[in-house]
């Protein structure tokens, strides 16, 4: 599957423009990265980045990421990163959030016990909607220190151009981790 030797097994779900996965995959050359992105600027703007500086240790996927999710075999991510995905803020568009119970239970299968699920977004109605969606699933459990902690960006966390434009419009980016049970 991919050309290095990997220890872990990580997927970013939406990666956009690469900025996280390409920093993820670079400074963690032991761990495999599956990065699936569906539109094509992004996956664009990844292969010229990869054309540019190979890694060994990343694969992508331009398609839907539940046919990717599907096909996984159980227990086999040690994590899954969803950061700013579309929000869909209108509440009669709520139904098309990826964060749902059909795709959590996919989570949870593909997820290896104490596996990590990370989302970040700067709308509010998402974070809560997230954590509400985790809790009545039951497969995961919110890792927060204190009540600041969740808005604190993730440990070597190198930023994303959605997270500049939603500070730069006054929005606060929230960072969530779930620790699959």
Same mark, same amino acid.
């Given at each position: 599957? $991919?050309?290095?030797?990997?220890?872990?097994?990580?997927?970013?779900?939406?990666? %956009?423009? %690469?900025?996280?996965?390409?920093?993820?995959?670079?400074?963690?050359?032991?761990?495999?990265?599956? #990065?699936?992105?569906? $539109?094509?600027?992004?996956?664009?703007?990844?292969?010229?980045?990869?054309?540019?500086?190979?890694?060994?240790?990343?694969?992508?996927?331009?398609?839907?990421?539940?046919?990717?999710?599907?096909?996984?075999?159980?227990?086999?991510?040690?994590?899954?990163?969803?950061?700013?995905?579309?929000?869909?803020?209108?509440?009669?568009?709520?139904?098309?959030?990826?964060?749902?119970?059909?795709?959590? %239970? +996919? $989570?949870?299968?593909?997820?290896?016990? %104490?596996? +990590?699920?990370? $989302?970040?977004?700067?709308?509010?109605?998402?974070?809560?909607?997230?954590?509400?969606?985790? +809790?009545?699933?039951?497969?995961?459990?919110?890792?927060?220190?204190?009540?600041?902690?969740?808005?604190?960006?993730?440990? #070597?966390?190198?930023?994303?151009?959605?997270?500049?434009?939603?500070?730069?419009?006054?929005?606060?980016?929230?960072?969530?981790?779930?620790?699959?049970?």
């Amino acid at each position: 599957m $991919f050309k290095a030797q990997v220890s872990a097994l990580q997927l970013e779900i939406g990666f %956009g423009g %690469g900025e996280h996965l390409l920093h993820r995959a670079t400074e963690a050359p032991e761990t495999g990265f599956i #990065g699936v992105e569906p $539109f094509v600027n992004g996956m664009a703007k990844m292969m010229t980045a990869l054309g540019k500086a190979p890694l060994a240790n990343l694969r992508v996927y331009d398609d839907d990421a539940t046919r990717l999710l599907d096909w996984l075999p159980s227990g086999s991510l040690d994590g899954i990163d969803l950061l700013y995905p579309d929000p869909w803020p209108k509440k009669k568009h709520w139904k098309r959030r990826f964060v749902g119970a059909a795709n959590l %239970g +996919r $989570f949870a299968r593909v997820l290896k016990a %104490g596996g +990590r699920f990370r $989302f970040a977004s700067d709308i509010d109605s998402y974070v809560n909607w997230t954590l509400l969606a985790c +809790r009545d699933h039951g497969a995961f459990l919110w890792q927060a220190e204190d009540a600041a902690g969740w808005h604190r960006p993730y440990e #070597g966390w190198p930023g994303t151009r959605y997270e500049a434009k939603a500070i730069r419009e006054g929005r606060r980016p929230a960072y969530l981790t779930f620790i699959r049970t």
